[in-house]
């Protein structure tokens, strides 16, 4: 008896491009937030973002146990504040020489749904490189009520 397994080939290697022009002083920026602003405790997490303009926007986490937003998410908010749109590139740095950070399933999720061609900096076995945040959510859910103006 077979089954209808779909997946019969070998799993599928992501592939992390290299860091682009800007990059590099995208990182620096979440450094520095996260190097002068962390408490510890409830900001540990620094993201920053480029948007279509080229204008860099930065936030921090907001660590809760009821389910406080991730840097990811807070800078998308900032960005939008002050007027960033079509955002390009985010990286997030964690306190403590931590370095930069992969967002976490559910930034992946909002990241994707919200910015489908948003690129990600994010660390691998070979240094920091970059991906299309599509790449980082294979499979992803799709929704299927409508979409809310935005
Ligand atoms: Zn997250």
């Given at each position: 008896m077979g089954h209808d397994h779909p997946t019969t080939g070998p799993t599928p290697q992501l592939r992390c491009g290299p860091l682009l022009e800007g990059d590099a002083e995208l990182i620096d920026a979440a450094t520095d937030v996260v190097d002068r602003?962390?408490?510890?405790?409830?900001?540990?997490v620094a993201a920053a973002v480029r948007d279509g303009s080229g204008r860099l926007h930065v936030g921090m986490n907001v660590y809760h146990f009821t389910g406080g937003p991730c840097a990811e998410l807070v800078v998308l908010g900032s960005a939008r504040a002050a007027g960033?749109?079509?955002?390009e590139v985010i990286a997030a740095v964690g306190a403590g020489n931590r370095g930069v950070l992969s967002p976490c399933g559910r930034c992946r999720q909002v990241l994707a749904d919200l910015h489908p061609r948003l690129r990600v900096i994010v660390p691998t076995a070979d240094g920091v490189g970059s991906v299309p945040i599509r790449d980082l959510l294979p499979f992803g859910y799709e929704q299927t009520y409508e979409r809310r103006p935005r």
């Amino acid at each position: 008896m077979g089954h209808d397994h779909p997946t019969t080939g070998p799993t599928p290697q992501l592939r992390c491009g290299p860091l682009l022009e800007g990059d590099a002083e995208l990182i620096d920026a979440a450094t520095d937030v996260v190097d002068r602003s962390s408490d510890g405790a409830v900001h540990t997490v620094a993201a920053a973002v480029r948007d279509g303009s080229g204008r860099l926007h930065v936030g921090m986490n907001v660590y809760h146990f009821t389910g406080g937003p991730c840097a990811e998410l807070v800078v998308l908010g900032s960005a939008r504040a002050a007027g960033g749109d079509h955002l390009e590139v985010i990286a997030a740095v964690g306190a403590g020489n931590r370095g930069v950070l992969s967002p976490c399933g559910r930034c992946r999720q909002v990241l994707a749904d919200l910015h489908p061609r948003l690129r990600v900096i994010v660390p691998t076995a070979d240094g920091v490189g970059s991906v299309p945040i599509r790449d980082l959510l294979p499979f992803g859910y799709e929704q299927t009520y409508e979409r809310r103006p935005r």
